[in-house]
């Protein structure tokens, strides 16, 4: 399809191809009955927390499963209280034949299961049903239930979360998970369960990684679809920008003319992807019109998407959150919630402004101490993108920035990206590193011309002194890594957790 970009007449972009597929329905697809897999063999593939719900939906829909992982640690879930009534039940822990997955009727991937291994990439092209959680889940949903589905490589926590809190603020009944939190699967689960025939949910807000969309998808068709930006990650899975930027806007995939997908302005690889769909989709931009602006410095968005019946402003001084980058995710899921056609207007959204929260972890404030220092999780910010934009939303708060892990940095790369941190920390008191990357980030910041003193620490807790040493009253200390936690942590989470306890010890 031929990309059209924003005009001066404000007209929302339609991709057209005229060799585009079947049209959709507006809402997910498919409502099955209870029991439509009985009889049927499915093979769920990793056991994490998608495929332990993935599991409880195949056999709540009536089929025999085989649950497999290669992590022979885990308890078989047929000893797991949640699951010890089913008898279809089996769990086959370490190295299995794959015939397994040749022999089953239906094949489910977890998220954090590549397609190339075990054989799956060839089963897919070879005709055999291999599903995305988020689709075996998608596939029994009500048909009125109304999707917004977010993706990203960073900000989608929030946007999603952001939304959800407006849907909720303002009466409507929504489940938000997905990559967030609850999966998809145990929203089926409900939806299949409830004696009422009134649908458990009216919107179902999902934040979507690009590791649920490798598998594409048939049944997952959102009302509104956001793609909030691009940047390098993942690539040890993806292997290139553009694959990553392909598998990103699959989102999109099975949207019609009649739906709304948010795009960042101006994203080459981005806009390259969207150019090889098939499918009709009106398109707005996040920074441009059709779309919506943000004025910082008035704290106003600006929405405009006439195809929608969108054109208004949206005042967002009573946010309080921290950072100046959480205007455009309030802005952004503003535009979301609009475009899904509810009956909400923008002054019934203006109202929720100011009872929005971040999720843990991103940008959180978690304490203001006896000495006036305000303390601040970010541990969510895994990658230099994610810290850079934090930085420019805390330029009027003078602060201690906390980076260190382990550095996102792969062979093909000539820089590890923490160069682009010189600019927006000049406004900060000083930098400390820890952990294993420490020592690479310091030098980076240090030869490329850093103008604030840094500091090394070894680890994470000898970093929250170093800080408690060196903030001033009317201080924040933030920690934004940059860099994934596994040189000292299970995960994100891991690290912000033990962050806040530090930070209350000695209080």
């Known amino acids: 399809m031929k990309i059209r970009f924003p005009s001066h007449k404000n007209q929302t972009l339609i991709f057209k191809s005229h060799h585009s597929e079947k049209t959709i329905p507006r809402t997910v697809q498919c409502c099955a009955s209870t029991f439509d897999l009985k009889g049927k063999s499915v093979a769920v593939i990793g056991l994490g927390k998608s495929g332990r719900a993935a599991t409880k939906l195949a056999l709540a829909r009536g089929a025999s499963v085989i649950a497999i992982d290669q992590n022979e640690n885990l308890s078989l879930l047929e000893l797991n209280p949640l699951f010890e009534k089913h008898g279809h039940l089996k769990t086959v822990l370490g190295h299995f034949d794959t015939k397994l997955l040749k022999d089953a009727d239906m094949v489910v991937v977890s998220p954090g299961v590549p397609l190339e291994s075990h054989g799956l990439s060839f089963l897919l092209q070879s005709g055999k049903r291999v599903l995305s959680e988020l689709?075996?889940?998608?596939?029994?949903?009500?048909?009125?239930?109304?999707?917004?589905?977010?993706?990203?490589?960073?900000g989608k926590s929030t946007v999603a979360t952001f939304s959800g809190q407006m849907l909720s603020h303002l009466g409507i009944e929504v489940f938000v998970g997905g990559n967030l939190g609850i999966p998809l699967s145990e929203a089926a689960i409900?939806?299949?369960?409830?004696?009422?025939?009134?649908?458990?949910?009216?919107?179902?807000?999902?934040?979507?990684s690009s590791y649920q969309l490798e598998v594409p998808n048939k049944h997952f068709c959102p009302s509104v679809a956001v793609v909030l930006n691009l940047t390098s990650d993942h690539l040890e899975r993806h292997k290139t920008m553009k694959n990553y930027a392909i598998t990103k806007c699959r989102l999109l995939s099975h949207m019609t003319n009649s739906k709304l997908g948010i795009l960042p302005f101006g994203n080459k690889l981005l806009n390259e992807a969207m150019e090889e769909l098939v499918n009709e989709v009106n398109l707005a931009w996040i920074g441009a019109f059709p779309g919506v602006k943000v004025d910082k410095e008035e704290k106003v968005a600006s929405l405009r998407v006439p195809a929608i019946g969108v054109v208004s402003e949206l005042k967002l001084g009573a946010l309080n959150v921290m950072g100046t980058h959480n205007y455009y995710n309030a802005a952004v899921a503003a535009l979301s919630v609009l475009g899904l056609d509810m009956g909400i207007d923008t002054e019934a959204i203006s109202s929720t402004i100011e009872k929005l929260r971040v999720p843990p972890h991103r940008m959180q404030i978690v304490h203001k101490d006896s000495y006036g220092v305000t303390w601040i999780d970010d541990s969510k910010a895994t990658n230099v993108e994610a810290t850079y934009t934090g930085l420019l939303g805390l330029k009027e708060q003078k602060s201690v920035i906390l980076l260190g892990g382990l550095a996102k940095v792969s062979n093909s790369q000539e820089s590890n990206g923490f160069e682009q941190l010189v600019e927006p920390l000049k406004y900060h008191r000083c930098v400390i590193t820890f952990g294993f990357s420490g020592p690479l980030i310091q030098k980076t910041l240090s030869d490329d011309g850093l103008s604030i003193p840094c500091f090394e620490a070894a680890n994470l807790e000898d970093a929250v002194n170093c800080a408690r040493s060196v903030a001033r009253y009317g201080d924040a200390v933030v920690l934004s890594p940059g860099c994934a936690s596994f040189d000292e942590f299970r995960n994100f989470e891991h690290r912000g957790k033990v962050f806040q306890e530090l930070v209350f010890s000695s209080e």
């Open 135 to 154: 689709d075996f889940a998608a596939e029994i949903l009500p048909r009125s239930i109304k999707i917004l589905a977010v993706t990203g490589t960073n």
């Open 190 to 208: 409900q939806c299949l369960t409830c004696p009422s025939p009134k649908p458990v949910f009216q919107v179902a807000v999902v934040e979507v």
